[in-house]
């Protein structure tokens, strides 16, 4: 396969340099990003591990996504699944109760269903005040349900950092817990932490957007992130890192976060590569994949 090409076709973003070590992209859609860009299955996770980013989390935000991706992981045993109504699905839905009886299921497939998530709230796009109480019954029903199968919770959070901290001091957690593309500042990383214990584990995942300029908060947050507690995503296919920034997002772009990440905690990349994979599977409970060298 003439990666390079394939992606000139669809015009999207040359290969970064690979990284010294190899890493998993914590959050990713790639059945989002087949629809977006063009680049399908195949070609994304080749493009990934040809940059050393051999891992992937796929993430579904309704019954039909989540579906998708236990499917995915299913199939390609560098892929696990993480399965949710995202917040704002969960709040134009009329038939909430259905769904979540759905995810239920979906969160029972097996091994290679890691994950309830994306959950959370999103006060962003969903600005109703009466749809909010909608949000955080089905943000509840999550983390329940990710505590009776054992599984990691993976949080969506926008413009509702007062009553997601709430509810986090509210509910009894899972044993792990991912804010995913994280989007606060360092206080609001440490209040996350907060609930970082002996039994119960908090990590925050960082995406693109810590490369941009406007976000020089999201690099006190990572400074204040103890190392064994940090993750990289894309989000994929959106918040395209700089210098690709304008363009779709894939996993094979996670090189420049993490260069971008290294830089600001003055880290050797290498070894901070081998810390960010063997947090990402510690969050999701286990190592993964055919080849996997988990060290």
Sequence with gaps: ???PAR???????LLPEPLPSPVVDSH????STREYSGLDVELNLAAAAAVGVDRVVEVGCDVASSRIAVELAGQYPQVVAAVAMHPNDAARSETLDADLEAIDALAAAGSHVRALGETG???????????????ERSFVAHIEMARRHGKTLVIHHRDAHADLVRVLGEQQLPERTVMHCFSGDADFARACLAHDDAEHGM?????????YKNAPYLSEALRATPRERI?????????TPVPARGKANAPYLVPHTLRFMADVLD?????????VRNNTFEAFGASWGEDDTNA
């Design 7 to 13: 992606l000139a076709e669809l015009k999207l973003p």
């Design 1 to 3: 396969m003439d990666i």
């Design 121 to 135: 709230l999103d006060h962003y796009r969903t600005t109703d005040e009466a749809l909010h109480a909608k949000q």
């Design 203 to 211: 990590w925050l995942s960082f995406p693109g957007v810590v490369t």
């Design 231 to 239: 993750l990289v995503e894309t989000d994929a296919p959106y918040l």
């Design 28 to 31: 990713t859609h790639l059945d």
């Design 267 to 275: 880290a050797d990349l290498a070894e901070l590569c081998r810390q």
